[in-house]
């Protein structure tokens, strides 16, 4: 975009946009046109995303969008990053310091605009969407070409559990994502080899360790109605990759409100516990988690509980996005320091 946008008409203009979101489509097959050359078109979510000229004024507006930016070399390209779940990853920290924060968590629809951004991103259509920071249709009012993740365009968004996949989502789906925020950015080659860098760790992860057998509960947060991994999601990539039983997957919701005593009952080998920073919910660290099942009456009983076989992994690593190959080598670091012989 470039004609900037004042804060105050850009305020005007997002109270009175449309705020109707478009629905996700069916495929997550999210194509930039070949060359180099802009305009550039994205096909995302069933919106033809189009690309006039490279952005220079980048907002994110959940941590898996940013740190895929950042991974980029696209710090210098951002004027704000917001909805942070955990300290971002250590060696983006440089580059993530010289972006403003606009807020921890979801910021307002004007504090957006007041960074007269010429793109946005998101990870989640929570975010970017209906009854989140704005919409789509909103920003293209103004102007403002926006990306969702492709893996949101695989679920239905309706109702509680964060949504539901009908089939499983596959970390071709965060590469695409990769691809496709390159492409916005004609940084084509710094994608590939970022996409071939994810890929080969995956696949030195995957061949490291005999978990055949082995089963695991997924918890994100919350200890009053639990939201604990069904199959399809980020802890499902995990799940597949390293050859773990998910017990939760005969469930296609993403993240499942479960009560602890059906948990108790599918009584899992180990459990994984995301470590949350925000403050959104109970029982966001693991420290606090581990705390938990060591007193309720139902869960302390666990055998996992019992004998402490705990693995500890960011929650930024159990959404879909780059962070999710860390969660399988931290899983796997994890296991082998339960079972020291593996």
């Not at 390159?182 to 590939?192: E, I, P, Y």
Request: proline content about 5%; hydrophobic content about 40%.
């Amino acid at each position: 975009m470039s004609t900037r946008l004042s804060p105050l008409v850009a305020l005007v203009a997002a109270l009175t946009a449309a705020t109707a979101l478009a629905g996700c489509s069916s495929s997550a097959e999210t194509t930039a046109t070949a060359g180099s050359a802009y305009p550039v078109t994205i096909e995302n979510c069933g919106r033809s995303v189009v690309i006039a000229e490279a952005p220079q004024r980048a907002v994110s507006l959940n941590q898996g969008s940013t740190e895929i930016l950042l991974s980029l070399g696209l710090a210098d390209r951002m004027v704000g990053t917001a909805t942070w779940t955990d300290p971002v990853r250590e060696n983006l920290a440089a580059d993530n310091a010289t972006v403003p924060r606009l807020a921890d968590q979801a910021p307002s629809r004007e504090r957006l605009l007041q960074a007269e951004p010429d793109f946005v991103s998101a990870s989640f259509a929570s975010t970017l969407g209906e009854g989140g920071v704005t919409t789509p249709e909103a920003l293209d009012k103004l102007g403002v070409p926006s990306y969702l993740s492709p893996a949101e365009c695989l679920k239905n968004n309706q109702g509680d559990d964060d949504g539901v996949r009908s089939s499983p989502l596959q970390m071709e789906t965060v590469y695409q994502e990769i691809t496709d925020l390159a492409a916005v950015f004609d940084v084509r080659d710094r994608g590939a080899a970022l996409v071939t860098q994810l890929r080969d760790r995956m696949s030195t992860a995957a061949a490291s360790l005999d978990t055949a057998g082995t089963s695991a509960l997924f918890w994100f947060a919350n200890q009053e109605s639990p939201y604990l991994a069904g199959c399809c999601g980020g802890p499902g990539i995990i799940s597949r990759t390293l050859g773990l039983t998910n017990v939760f997957a005969d469930t296609t919701a993403e993240w499942p409100q479960i009560n602890w005593e059906t948990a108790a009952d599918r009584d899992p080998d180990v459990l994984v516990l995301g470590d949350l920073t925000r403050k959104s919910q109970t029982a966001e660290t693991a420290a606090a988690k581990i705390a938990f099942l060591e007193s309720h009456p139902v869960t302390r009983e666990m055998t996992a509980v019992r004998h402490r076989r705990y693995i500890q992994v960011t929650g930024a690593e159990l959404n879909p996005s780059l962070r999710t190959v860390d969660g399988v080598e931290n899983v796997v670091r994890g296991l082998r320091e339960l079972s020291p012989h593996q």
